[in-house]
Structures are given as structure tokens and as C-alpha cells.
């Protein structure tokens, strides 16, 4: 990622799309087209084989609640099928290091949370493919790369982060790696029936320091503010002002911003009333949208 472009400017917020069409955004690498489930674990098995990233993941850590049964107990079916889904998601965290993730925290995250588990039976054997994939109310889980490069890009060049809010939980994917990242996790979701799912599928994971809350996004959390860091997965013409005013000075946030034409723009706060912004890449997202449903 070393051809990304950054244009730092003072901006006056709410920020318009014009400031954040530039012309050096870098673009993501093109998705990986769909695979079946026959063809998803011969796909990543060729992945492992080949060739490496230049800088590989430490070992994930690990999920509580998510203990992997012991080799001695398990049936040998279930040690295999066990295997391949591991072998599948280190390929997909391969291919994301490929596209330019560095953050070696953050694909660590990546490997330790089991992505097909926020995924429809039927769609399981494309949860480790390069893309977005459909969780119902017209809303989707963002592509394993985008979800890696947000959280890098929010991370970058800090520490640990204390704490987190994320707007638009969807179907819990991107709250849970980003439970394994930071302190306490604040995720909120407009939409009841995905509300719901969400704490379906991430109730097995049993992770302490991840809060769901069902809202209105656009608000944002103020009484959990100040955030030291903030991640939108929806794309709006501009960044509410609500949550430009809960990031705690120095803290990033991260968020798509246009119409038919998107771009991931990163604002950094840098005084009580002062934000610095900067262009990422081009990307795409479904709307960002007031009120609760």
C-alpha cells in the first residue's frame, strides 16, 4: 500500500464529497471471483501451497467460548473438516496481506475470527472468498480486505486503543476482529432483525468487551464518547457531525464517503473544533441511513 495517497487538509465538517475525490486514491485489488463450496477448500488448499506473504500473520489469538476440540476426542471427519476451514481462512488472510495489510495485529484478528460463522448455511462455502456476500435487508458483510484495511487504516501508527465504536454491526463480523484489537467494542445497528442477528452469531464467541446497541448510528454513542478510534461500514454524502464530536482528540475515524462514487476517507482529530482529513481509495458500500428500522 505504498502508493496510497493522503491529501491532509483542514476541513470544515460536515465534509462534502468533493474533498474526498481525489485523484491519487489508491484502488483495492479486484475481488476474487465467486467460488462453490466443491470448489472453495481446493481453491484456498492451492492458496496455502503457494506463495507467501511478505510479512505473515503472528498466530491469532484466542476466541473465548471458541475452543477447537481436541485431536485426541474428535472424530477424524471432524479434525478434517476442522483443518480445512483453518487452511481456508490463513489462505484468505494470505491473500489480504497480498493486497497490502501490514498491521500485523490486524491479520492476526482476521485469522482468529471464524467468518463463516456470520454467514447463511448456503453461502458457507464462499464465507472465505474476497468479497461481500448478502445478510439479508439489502445489507451485506464487507469483503474480508476491506474490513482488515478500515481497521488498519484507523490503527495506524497507535498503540492499543482503550475504545472502539463501530456503526452498522450488520451481522457481527467486523465487531468481532475488532474486539480482538481493541479494549471495548461499541457497535450499533439500525436495523432490529440484523440487531438480533448479530448477538445470535456472536453469542458463542462469548467476547467480554464487545456491546451491541440498536439505533440510531448517525448519533453515534455519546455517553461511551470519547472513542479513540471510529469505523462506519455504510457510505453517506457526509460524516455526521455527531460523530466527528466523540472522537477523542488524536483519535481516527474511518468511514466511506459518496454515492455512486466512493471513497474510504480517514479524519483525524487533532483539536476540540479541528479535523485533518485524507483520501484512501476508492470503495463501495451500501448507504448510510438516519432512524432505526
Sequence with gaps: MNDRTKTPERSTFPLPLSSVTGSGA????????????????????????????????????????????????????????????????????????????????????????????????????QAYIDASLPIGHNQTISQPYIVARMIEAMREGKGSMARVLE??????????????????????ERIKPLHELAKANLRPLRLPNLRLHYGDGMLGLAQAAPFDGIILAAAGMEVPRALLEQLAIGARLVAPVGGQVQHLQRITRTAKSEWTSETLEACHFVPLRPGIA
Design 26 to 125: 489508491r484502488k483495492p485489488g479486484a475481488p476474487a471471483p465467486v467460488a462453490t463450496p466443491q470448489t472453495a477448500t481446493q481453491n484456498a488448499a492451492r492458496a496455502v501451497g503457494g506463495a507467501q506473504p511478505p510479512r505473515a500473520p503472528q498466530p491469532g489469538p484466542k476466541l473465548p467460548g471458541y475452543a477447537m476440540p481436541a485431536a485426541s476426542s474428535a472424530p477424524a471427519a471432524q479434525r478434517s473438516d476442522l483443518m480445512a476451514t483453518e487452511a481456508i481462512r490463513r489462505a484468505m488472510v494470505a491473500r489480504v496481506a497480498g493486497q497490502g495489510v501490514r498491521d500485523r495485529v490486524v491479520l492476526a484478528a482476521l485469522e482468529a475470527v471464524p467468518r463463516h460463522l456470520f454467514i447463511e448455511p448456503a453461502l458457507s462455502g
Design 167 to 188: 456503526i452498522g454491526t450488520g451481522c457481527g463480523y467486523q465487531a468481532a476482529v475488532l474486539a480482538q484489537v481493541a479494549g471495548d467494542v461499541y457497535s450499533i
